[in-house]
Each structure stands twice: as structure tokens, then as C-alpha cells.
């Protein structure tokens, strides 16, 4: 059994108090250098200077840093039996680290049997001191770490340190570290140093991880908080099963990382965690069954069958991807190629929720422990402590230090509560019954049944806070999924509410404002176009004089009563949308519009190819009476008929919308021919690729349709289709100055 036990990285030990194994320290601000310390305290190597601080920047001495190299040796249990030896004339039997530097310097690498050869793996000075409290300098520390990878002088050459530092700098111990030889080194670098060596092949050509103990690679941590199979907790969450750690709590920037678990061959208990290969956490723009998109416009391809993780288990991709709302972080793993093999999506602790009382300082300060370099986002878009805006609710993920903040409200009649009003966990309002976090317990308490009350969500639409409904109002819009005696709406936070429903000529797929009328019934309005007035101008964000939040959610929808979808500022290509297009807007407390909802600007709610009458459909109701329908064949395959009377283009290329249910065409588009294209007139820049027409320049749809008009099938790609003929026709939606784009081509 290889055995670790705490290192207190100070001068006098007994002086400073321990911080708990796995405690975050408020003074490591910098992400990679958190990682490196998180390592080490799961190991059991380092712990702080004092209560809840590491002092990154300050030097190392000789004598920590020896120690330090004991216990990742796995030699600290040896330690109590040279603590009477008198080695140095410097190192007495009162000093504090004088087991850890007689052991250190009685340690041979790759000695024999009987103790014979090896190579010292640390030397006093050249007066026969060892100086234990001078600061240990760059081409020390690297040359006793080459020592534990079995290098020794005869490897490295005569020339100290030149030898060791260029050794180290060719196997890679020292990618990232630009110092001198007789530099001291910091807390912060040591750790570096320490974590490089974990990853770092031997002489022997195996990685030092696997003198460690059972090394598996490959592994996903999930959740570092988990219980184990004899029902205890904190054992570590992750892709190979539920283990317990060797020294405690595990820290929470490791969660969400894929490298190799160490594990103690006798006990089964993890000794280490090491992230290792490409990863990197993205914030999600919008995802489908084959790819996400992130804030930055990269797109990152996926299978149904790609291996995917959370805190709660393992599922793949295909189950996951209609969760993935703008907004989401996901952290992805990626093969030596560049593919992504695997991905976590970060949860949040939800029972740390906050509510904004106020909007001045930092409202969430408590919420993010004096960590200064988190990133906000709220309602899933980029966002500032600005826009923050009262009553809203901010969680907050350690492990990726972001802040997600929800301005996500719902006003309605206090209908249900389990299991009391005094200490409720569910609250039912308008039909949906909500979980409430333990942070809105005591302002549930206040109301009784009956009541209207404006409940304060999480992203995920749990209850955070209340507040009287008169002090703050939902607006609670949503799309109608059932209408009728019995109305269903989807709001756009994503809660689902249910009642009575008096309120007529109201269908499914439209927008509405929904109101709570009474106990166990709404009433559902017509939404009306908001207070701000003025054109859309993108790159200022701004809607006449008025700016855009920073989280500022955007709906766009095909028509009133159609399908919505969310979508970036980023992806508008016109620089002005006009008022117009406009349908609907809304105002935070600070005057800033938080919500915008957009006609047709896009054109990407449709669906494109050749549109032709499908089979008529029998009217309800009236015998021998039929509607007629349409279908659209694109390289996707041919669509369920859907019910139009609309007159089809003579062109037969065009672009249907349809209703919610998907059983009728709410809206056709025609799309407009040019002919006599030839494969030179398109050109690429960046990842966007354009055609030149006669009039205009023309940008080409991601989703651009192709066409064989020779043979009657479609190509997989555009590459094939200007490949297979030089005469080519091009159909778009409208011109290029209102945001139109290319949905067909056809190679004649």
C-alpha cells in the first residue's frame, strides 16, 4: 500500500492551521495553477499556509520542498525513524523537517536489493551543510525531480545544471516554467512541477503515475461529492464507479475532468487524479443531434452514441443533446485527432442558490467565496455584474467558476405545498409543481394558499426565492402546446403550466401571456408589442436608444403563432433589423430590454427543397370533402404531408413553416432562381462560404440543400455538387440586405 499524508508548505508546522483536504483556497485566482493545487491536496501533499489561503507566490525552501518530494516517493510512513539522526551540523533534532531531509538524502533511485548504487536523490551543499530554510532555486528542484524519474548524472552530463535543465525542457517536465537556474521557485510553480512530474515518463519509458499505485486511464470525474456502495459519502464520482478517496474530500475544481485515477492495490481506495489530454469547457449557443455550437461560432460534431456524463451518471449524446439550452457548460474530451470522444455537462449545486436583494456591490458575493474571476452568464448569454438586475438568481459552479444567472420569475395562484406552508419542499402554482431550494423556504413561509405569488427560479426551474407579486411580476410568456377547456403552456423559462381555460381563438405554437384566474385555472391574452420603439442595431445592441442586457434572451419566430426558436445576436447578418420585424420586447429593472422576440429574420425556421401536393387528407367530419397537402423532398428524405391550400411556385423550390403540432403549413415561402452560376463564383472566408450573383452578393446556408437535377438525387455536400458540374442554379430566400441566404443548389 503506497501511503500519502499532509504536507503543510510552511516553515513552522506546528504554528498553522490545517484547511481541510479539498477546501478551496481564496487566494488561487489563476484557473490552471487552481487544477495544479487541487491535484496535490487530493494526494494528500499540500494543504495551506493558514485558514483558507496558499499563498501561491511565495518561495519555496529547501526543506519543504524536500519533503514534498518524500511523500510523492510514497516514503512519509518512514519518516518517524530518522528523525534522530544527525546528518547536517544545520538540520538539528529540533528542526521541524529533519526526518524528511535525513530520509531525503538516504534515498538511492534504482538501487539494488542490498541498498547498493542508485542515485542519491538529494545532496547537502559542498561545505557539508544542507541549508534547510534558504529558498530551493529552479535547477534544484528540477534536478531532484529528474531524480525520481531514475535519471541521474550520467544522463544529464557533468555540466550542472545546464545538463538537467536541458534534459528536463526535452522530456517535457518543465513546458511552461521560463526560469533561470538560480531562481527561487513559488508555491504555485512547485505545484506545477510537482503535477508535470505525474505525467512525465521515467527513464524506464512508463509514466511516474504508475509508481503511484493501479492507474487507470481514460476516467471521467463526475461528481465529487457522490455515496458510495456501503452508502457512505464523499466517496468520488466517475466514469470507472464510485471510489473513495484516500485524504479526504475531493477538491471541486477536478469535477468534470477526464485523466487517470490512481487507486490503492489493496484498498481500492484513490491515492490520485490527474486531467490529462485536450479538454476544454464550452458554453453552449445551441446544440442538435449531431453537433454543438458554442459562444465563439465553433461547431463541435458529435454521434447519438458519443459517451456522455453528468453528476448523476452516464448516458450518451443522443439522450442528452435536447437539454443542452443556450447557456449550458459543457466540458469535451478529444482524441489525439481532434475528435470529441466524450463530454460532461456541469451542474451546479442547486441547493447554493442566491437571490439578488439588491443590485449595488456584488450581490452574489457570498455565493462565489471571494473568487474574483468568475465569469457571468445570465439566461445563458454573456452578462456583467451590471446587468444583474434585482431578484435575480445566481448559482454558481466551482469547478468552471462561472456564475449562472436566471432573471426566470413566475406570478401565480399559491395552489399546492408539500408537506406544509411552515417548511414547504414542493410548491404547486398555475399547475406546475416546483421544487423549492432551501434558500426560498423561509420566503414560502410568509405566504399562505391561495395567495398570488411571484416565485424566483433557477435556470432549471426551481424555486430560489419568493417575493410578494405585487413587489415583482412575471410576465409568464409562453407557447401554447394545448389548447382548448384544458390549456397547456410552455413558458420561455422553460416551466410547463396547466389550467382551465376560458379563453378562446387561442391555438397551439402561439405566444401568449398567461395569468393565473383562480385555483387551478388561467386565462391566456394576446401578446402586444412591449414599450421600446426603434430599430435593431446588432453590432451596438441597441433597439433605438435603448441597450440590449447583457443577457439578453432572443426568440425568433416564423409568423405570429409558429415555432420559436432562441438564438445569438451573433447570428443576425444584417447590421439593422427593422422595427418592423420586431414583434416583442422587455425591460429589466434597470431599464435594459432582457427579452426580444424577432419576426422572420432569419429565415431558418423553414424547411427547404422541392415542394410538390402530397396525398389529400379527408376533412373531419365531412365525408368525400379532402384538403390538400404538401411535401418537401430535401437530402434529408421527403417530410409528412402537411395541410396548405397554398398555391405551389412554379419554380417548385420553396420553404414551409409549420404549426406546432406539425400538421399544418402556417406559412410557405417561394424562393427566388438564379441561373448560370458557375462553381468559381463561390468563395469561402472564415468558415462562411458566398456565392457571386449578377446583382449581389449572396450568403450560402449552412443548411444549403443540393441537387442533382440529372440524375434526381441530392449530394451530400456543396463541394460534390460544383465538383459533378460547372453549371449550377442557386434559390434564396430574399435579397442579401435583408439577412437572405442560399437554401438550394442545383448542379444542371
Not at 542490498?114 to 534547510?132: A, C, H, K, S, V
Not at 402554482?429 to 399562505?448: H, I, K, N, W, Y
Request: proline share 3%; charged share 20%; glycine share 10%.
Amino acid at each position: 500500500m503506497k501511503k500519502f499524508v499532509s504536507l503543510l508548505l510552511v516553515a513552522a508546522v506546528l504554528l498553522t492551521v490545517a484547511l481541510p483536504a479539498g477546501a478551496a483556497f481564496s487566494d488561487v485566482t489563476d484557473g490552471e495553477t487552481a487544477q495544479d493545487v487541487a491535484i496535490l491536496q487530493l494526494m494528500g501533499v499540500i494543504d495551506g499556509t493558514g485558514t483558507n489561503t496558499f499563498s501561491p507566490n511565495g518561495t519555496l525552501t529547501r526543506a519543504q520542498f524536500c519533503k514534498m518530494a518524500v511523500i510523492v516517493l510514497g516514503r512519509a510512513d518512514d519518516e518517524p525513524l530518522y528523525r534522530t539522526r544527525t546528518i547536517f551540523p544545520d538540520v538539528l533534532a529540533n528542526h521541524w523537517a529533519r526526518g524528511y531531509i535525513n530520509l531525503a538524502v538516504s534515498i538511492n533511485i534504482g538501487a539494488a536489493a542490498d541498498g547498493t548504487g542508485g542515485t542519491q536523490l538529494i545532496r547537502g551543499m559542498g561545505d557539508g551543510t544542507f541549508r534547510p530554510d534558504r529558498n530551493i532555486t529552479y535547477a534544484e528542484a528540477v534536478t531532484i525531480l529528474l531524480r525520481m524519474l531514475g535519471y541521474s548524472d550520467s544522463d544529464a552530463g557533468m555540466n550542472w545544471p545546464r545538463g538537467y535543465l536541458e534534459l528536463a525542457a526535452n522530456i517535457g517536465l518543465t513546458e511552461g516554467l521560463n526560469l533561470s537556474a538560480n531562481d527561487s521557485l513559488t508555491r504555485a510553480q512547485a505545484a506545477q512541477l510537482f503535477v508535470a512530474l505525474l505525467t512525465t515518463n521515467q527513464k524506464s519509458g512508463s509514466p511516474y503515475y504508475n509508481q503511484l499505485g493501479s492507474a487507470k486511464t481514460g476516467v471521467v470525474l463526475m461528481d465529487a461529492n457522490a455515496k458510495a456502495d456501503d452508502g457512505t459519502e464523499g466517496a468520488m464520482g466517475t466514469s470507472a464507479g464510485t471510489v473513495q478517496p484516500e485524504h479526504g474530500p475531493v477538491p471541486e475544481e477536478l469535477v468534470g475532468t477526464r485523466g487517470v485515477l490512481v487507486t490503492d492495490e489493496g484498498t481500492g481506495r484513490a491515492l490520485a487524479f490527474i486531467p490529462v489530454g485536450r479538454q476544454q469547457t464550452v458554453t453552449v449557443s445551441s446544440a442538435q443531434a449531431s453537433w454543438i455550437d458554442d459562444r465563439t461560432g465553433t461547431r463541435h460534431n458529435l454521434t447519438a452514441d458519443t459517451p456522455a456524463y453528468t453528476t448523476t451518471g452516464s448516458t450518451t449524446y443522443g439522450e442528452l443533446w435536447t437539454d443542452l439550452r443556450s447557456g449550458t457548460q459543457v466540458t469535451l474530451y478529444y482524441s489525439e485527432s481532434g475528435q470529441v470522444e466524450c463530454l460532461y455537462r456541469s451542474t451546479v449545486a442547486s441547493d447554493e442558490a442566491a437571490v439578488a436583494r439588491e443590485t449595488s456591490g456584488d450581490p452574489f458575493a457570498a455565493l462565489v467565496e471571494g473568487v474574483s474571476d468568475y465569469t457571468i452568464y445570465r439566461d445563458g448569454n454573456p452578462a456583467s455584474r451590471g446587468d444583474i438586475a434585482l431578484f435575480d438568481v445566481g448559482t454558481y459552479d466551482p469547478a468552471t467558476r462561472i456564475l449562472s444567472v436566471s432573471s426566470a420569475k413566475l406570478t401565480g395562484r399559491y395552489e399546492d405545498v408539500y408537506p406544509n406552508e411552515a417548511a414547504p419542499s414542493r410548491v404547486t402554482v398555475m399547475g406546475a409543481e416546483l421544487t423549492v431550494l432551501p434558500s426560498a423556504v423561509q420566503d414560502m413561509a410568509e405566504f399562505r394558499l391561495g395567495a398570488t405569488v411571484t416565485l424566483l427560479l433557477t435556470a432549471d426551474g426551481q424555486v430560489a426565492g419568493a417575493v410578494d407579486a405585487r413587489t415583482a411580476r412575471a410576465d409568464n410568456l409562453g407557447v401554447v402546446t394545448a389548447a382548448g377547456s384544458e390549456a397547456k403552456v410552455t413558458l420561455l423559462n422553460g416551466v410547463e403550466i396547466s389550467g382551465q381555460c376560458q379563453s378562446t381563438g387561442f391555438a397551439v405554437g402561439q405566444l401568449v401571456r398567461v395569468n393565473s384566474s383562480g385555483s387551478g385555472r388561467i386565462s391566456l391574452g394576446k401578446v402586444q408589442g412591449g414599450s421600446v420603439r426603434g430599430d435593431l442595431n446588432v453590432d451596438n445592441r441597441r433597439i433605438g436608444t435603448t441597450n440590449l442586457n447583457g443577457g439578453c434572451r432572443i426568440f425568433e419566430q416564423a409568423g405570429e403563432g409558429l415555432a420559436m426558436r432562441e438564438l445569438r445576436l451573433e447570428e443576425l447578418l444584417t447590421e439593422t433589423v427593422p422595427s418592423s420585424r420586431i414583434f416583442y420586447t422587455h425591460q429589466d429593472s434597470n431599464g435594459k430590454v432582457d427579452l426580444l422576440i424577432l419576426d422572420n429574420v432569419t429565415g431558418d425556421l423553414y424547411t427547404y427543397g422541392i415542394l410538390s401536393n402530397g396525398a389529400p387528407v379527408e376533412v373531419s367530419g365531412s365525408e368525400g370533402s379532402f384538403n390538400k397537402t404538401i411535401v418537401v423532398e430535401n437530402g434529408e428524405g421527403t417530410t409528412t404531408p402537411a395541410i396548405s391550400n397554398a398555391i405551389l411556385p412554379k419554380n417548385g423550390m420553396g420553404g414551409i413553416a409549420l404549426t406546432a403540432d406539425g400538421s399544418q403549413v402556417a406559412d410557405l415561402v417561394t424562393l427566388t432562381e438564379e441561373r448560370d452560376v458557375q462553381r468559381s463564383d463561390f468563395v469561402t472566408r472564415g468558415d462562411d462560404t458566398y456565392v457571386r450573383l449578377e446583382t449581389q452578393e449572396m450568403r450560402v446556408s449552412d443548411e444549403v440543400q443540393c441537387y442533382n437535377r440529372r440524375t434526381g438525387t441530392w449530394f451530400a455536400s456543396l463541394a460534390e455538387a460544383r465538383a459533378f458540374s460547372d453549371d449550377l442554379t442557386v434559390y434564396y430566400d430574399r435579397p442579401a440586405g435583408e439577412g437572405g441566404q442560399v437554401r438550394i443548389v442545383v448542379a444542371e
